[in-house]
């Protein structure tokens, strides 16, 4: 062998730096597929996008007005609050209705979802009615629920610099409008004018029954600590994460009870704050998402914390009527598993969550979003699989500690998306299999900022809680503000590929909250995205080739209390449902409270059946009562739409 030239020789340690750059690329670039296989697994799933009706005459921001302390990150402050829910909220029948909270203008809007029957009312913001307000204060989310129990969904909006606030439906209102709803506290106590009670800086709630007496309850997750955030007029009173993986210095979280409640022309609602229900590093982790769901079968709903700077929580239900408490659970260690990805103890950055049983095992399954950007901060999704053998099972290890559920999200092909947000797991193809949704994006500019947010997060912890030593994001600043909404389809191979593309679906605006619902009752599931900072859209579902579906409205067999404005019934939230196709795979799904970051989806129970059900399939419900007693109903019903009350007994309506 010949030796290697001088020349050459001298220029080898630059050669193998090149191969070395080059391999590295190749080997953490995002996976892609070519254009025809994305085609060819997109092919039943179509949407058109349609702009969604706002009333005008509001002042625009375009950046928020924040605490002198958080000037020099005034982008990084102003990066969340963009919020949608869909839902029936003026009771005919359809989840053609949007609450959608809009940080331009800091407006909680009603409006329809655009289509044949958007004329129904014009759009309209919520107001505070006689609540004390001040300027230091913004929406950041609106979820629907019948909070006091008159079978008319409610709006409960949870805000930065402000305790919450419900908005009940009134009864004697001739339609939807400003008048249509009465403002009351969550947290009673405020008076006067002018705000002067807790400054919560609140960005997650779910809501669920959890202590299992028959009536919802209120989970909320704050952020920042108890402070003048928004505040221009302030300096000082606010802090930052302690860490950027291990943080738990944020807000305390915060679960409401319900006690009681009245309807008629002056409806009312009644909610008791539990004490103490989580330990103190749970519960003043950095909350972006949070999820209720079931996992283990005894009708009490656990629930899954997605917090912001590491360590989310799942926890196992273990409350009684009148007590809510809670178990922390973790993944199981094991050879070759970081830490990172285990539940309970992960670093990464959790904010969104949502649940499905993506393997048809009759176990529920968690997708969890992170920041997963490539050269960027490439953490990964969570894609938790079930790993117990049943739910007996899995309810045994739950009861030692242990969460047994193992992230697949590299080998499914859904470890990598952007900087990730809300997600929400549905079957909008009536496949039989859900495909996942998932905001992305951060901060939209002109001037890359990417390097400084790298510095940042190699820097020692000590030095990430003092927002002088943040690098500057301001207005004009970009972080991931190129991203797109991801959209996975599971293919033959039981592999997701991300077909946004073909479907149109990659529009380059960050995107915050996902809501999914029939708006228009054709059997075919729409969804609707809110924009930071940007309109928000509404995805009419134009899919060519939908299989067959059960579509379920779950409603208690209370009577609605009588009035002008429709009463279609109050949700059954919380209520469990196990299809059995012909095919002998498993379907669950459950009437959701109200899960995820900003995106809320509509309350009835949609299962995809695929092409080949023909005749009725095998339908479980579990459910519990008004009274707290769990109820179970096996039925056989045919493909399309129904609606239950359910009591003692489930009966068709």
């Not at 290697?4 to 597929?33: C, E, K, M």
Request: a negative charge.
């Amino acid at each position: 062998m010949s030796p290697v030239p001088g020349r050459l020789r001298r220029q080898l340690p630059g050669v193998i730096a090149l191969v070395v750059v080059v391999g590295t690329f190749f080997a953490v670039r995002l996976p892609s597929a070519p254009a025809s296989e994305l085609a060819r697994v997109a092919r039943d799933y179509g949407f058109t996008p349609m702009s969604v009706a706002l009333p005008g005459g509001a002042r625009q921001q375009t950046i928020r007005r924040v605490n002198r302390d958080y000037k020099r990150i005034d982008a990084w402050i102003s990066s969340v609050g963009a919020g949608i829910a869909m839902n029936d909220l003026d009771g005919d029948g359809l989840s053609n209705d949007l609450c959608i909270t809009d940080p331009r203008t800091d407006q909680v809007i009603v409006t329809p979802t655009p289509g044949a029957r958007s004329q129904r009312y014009a759009p309209f913001a919520l107001t505070a009615g006689g609540l004390p307000m001040n300027e230091a204060m913004a929406p950041m989310g609106c979820a629907p629920g019948d909070f006091n129990e008159d079978g008319r969904l409610d709006l409960l909006v949870y805000m930065w610099g402000r305790t919450p606030i419900v908005y009940l439906a009134r009864p004697d209102a001739k339609r939807l409008g400003p008048d249509a709803y009465a403002a009351t506290e969550l947290v009673p106590g405020a008076s006067g004018t002018t705000y002067t009670g807790p400054e919560w800086n609140s960005n997650a709630v779910a809501i669920a029954d959890f202590d299992g007496d028959g009536h919802d309850d209120i989970y909320l997750g704050d952020y920042f600590p108890d402070g003048p955030v928004l505040d221009d007029r302030k300096s000082g009173g606010v802090a930052m994460n302690r860490s950027l993986s291990n943080a738990s210095n944020g807000g305390e979280d915060h679960f409401f009870r319900w006690t009681g409640a009245t309807s008629g022309a002056r409806p009312s609602v009644r909610f008791q704050q539990a004490d103490d229900p989580l330990p103190e590093r749970i519960s003043k982790g950095w909350v972006l998402a949070a999820g209720a769901d079931d996992l283990d079968g005894d009708q009490l709903p656990e629930l899954y914390i997605a917090q912001d700077h590491g360590n989310d929580a799942l926890l196992q239900n273990i409350s009684r009527p009148g007590k809510i408490e809670f178990q922390a659970v973790h993944g199981a260690r094991s050879p070759g598993l970081p830490k990172s990805k285990r539940i309970g103890d992960d670093s990464f950055k959790g904010m969104g969550v949502d649940f499905a049983d993506f393997d048809h095992d009759g176990l529920y399954d968690m997708f969890v979003s992170n920041i997963t950007t490539t050269f960027g901060i490439q953490e990964s999704n969570f894609q938790f699989i079930a790993t117990a053998r049943n739910q007996a099972d899995l309810r045994a290890g739950l009861a030692a500690g242990k969460a047994p559920w193992r992230d697949r999200s590299t080998e499914l092909g859904t470890a990598w998306s952007g900087w990730a947000w809300d997600v929400k797991a549905d079957d909008f193809a009536n496949s039989g299999d859900p495909a996942i949704v998932q905001a992305t994006g951060f901060v939209k500019g002109e001037v890359n900022r990417w390097p400084q947010l790298q510095e940042l997060a190699t820097a020692n912890d000590l030095a990430v809680d003092d927002p002088y030593l943040w690098p500057h994001v301001r207005s004009g600043d970009d972080i991931a503000g190129g991203q797109r909404l991801a959209f996975y389809v599971k293919g033959d191979d039981g592999r997701y590929r991300n077909v946004a593309r073909p479907l149109g679906l990659d529009v380059p605006v960050p995107t915050r909250g996902v809501a999914v619902g029939d708006a228009d009752g054709d059997g075919r599931l729409d969804m609707a995205v809110a924009r930071q900072w940007d309109e928000p859209v509404f995805y009419r579902n134009t899919g060519t080739a939908p299989g067959r579906y059960l579509q379920l409205r779950l409603l208690r067999d209370t009577q609605p209390s009588p009035g002008a404005l429709p009463a279609h019934g109050s949700p059954a939230t919380d209520a469990q449902v196990t299809v059995t196709g012909g095919d002998g795979r498993i379907h669950l799904a459950r009437v959701d409270g109200g899960s995820g970051h900003s995106g809320k989806r509509d309350q009835e129970v949609h299962v995809g059946l695929g092409r080949d059900v023909i005749g009725p399939v095998k339908v479980r419900l579990r459910w519990r009562d008004r009274s707290g007693r769990v109820r179970q109903e096996d039925l056989r019903l045919a493909p399309g739409r129904h609606t239950l009350l359910l009591g003692s007994h489930a009966q068709e309506r």
